[in-house]
């Protein structure tokens, strides 16, 4: 059974470092191929050429980086993956699932450095065209757990340590309250398989699967 979908979609899925994402991305994507729907992953800072190579600058440049540029750059990367991957995949019908995305600027950037995250909005918005997920998973667990889970090594950020992981929470907390419809929180203490399941009843009853 083929479901004539003439859009596509675009989910995105959200949390600290640690909270289990990347695993429920590919899940997703595995299922909504299962039930006929043509779907692709992208991950940010990341996900084409230019991308990675900012990625790779953002991640694990040795020198101190400005606050700001670090914002800047997170979202140069997100302006490259919007224009060239995003964007065209949607127009062509493809559902689109980003590990990370707008979002995560505003949490790490905002809440975790303390940049303005009104100002960063306005650059997020310049740097997407607007486009905004038509749903957004907030993967959400206790600092402490999520840093049990983290691997050893650590990139730039994930070493900035637990008050500024705090900070991302609370930054991401903030908008599931002031986005509800968008932006919906999920108990990410569960298992795996239950964390899914959450997600999918969420899918089935926003999109009609
Ligand atoms: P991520 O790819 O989720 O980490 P991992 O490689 O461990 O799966 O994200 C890399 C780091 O970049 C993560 O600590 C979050 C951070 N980040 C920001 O600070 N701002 C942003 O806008 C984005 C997209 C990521």
């Not at 929470?169 to 968008?182: I, V, W």
């Not at 108990?187 to 399941?197: A, C, L, M, R, T």
């Amino acid at each position: 059974m083929t479901k004539s979908i003439s859009n596509g979609k675009f989910i995105t899925l959200e949390g600290v470092d640690g909270c289990g994402k990347s695993t429920q991305a590919d899940k997703l994507v595995e299922k909504l191929f299962e039930t006929d729907i043509s779907a692709v992953t992208v991950r940010e800072p990341g996900g084409d050429h230019i991308s990675e190579s900012i990625r790779k600058l953002l991640l694990h440049a040795e020198e101190s980086m400005s606050d700001r540029a670090e914002a800047l750059l997170m979202i140069a990367s997100r302006a490259q993956l919007t224009d060239k991957v995003i964007l065209p995949h949607i127009i062509n019908g493809k559902w689109v699932v980003a590990d990370r995305y707008a979002d995560s600027t505003l949490a790490y950037q905002g809440g975790g450095r303390g940049l303005s995250v009104n100002a960063l909005e306005e650059i997020n918005n310049f740097g997407t065209y607007t486009l905004k997920p038509d749903i957004t998973f907030f993967i959400d667990i206790p600092v402490e757990k999520a840093n049990e889970r983290m691997s050893v090594s650590r990139d730039r950020i994930e070493r900035e340590g637990a008050n500024f992981q705090q900070r991302v929470r609370d930054q991401y907390l903030a908008m599931n309250t002031k986005e509800p419809e968008r932006v919906i929180l999920i108990n990410g203490e569960q298992s795996i398989d239950k964390v899914f399941e959450d997600i999918w009843s969420i899918m089935k009853e926003k999109f009609s699967l």
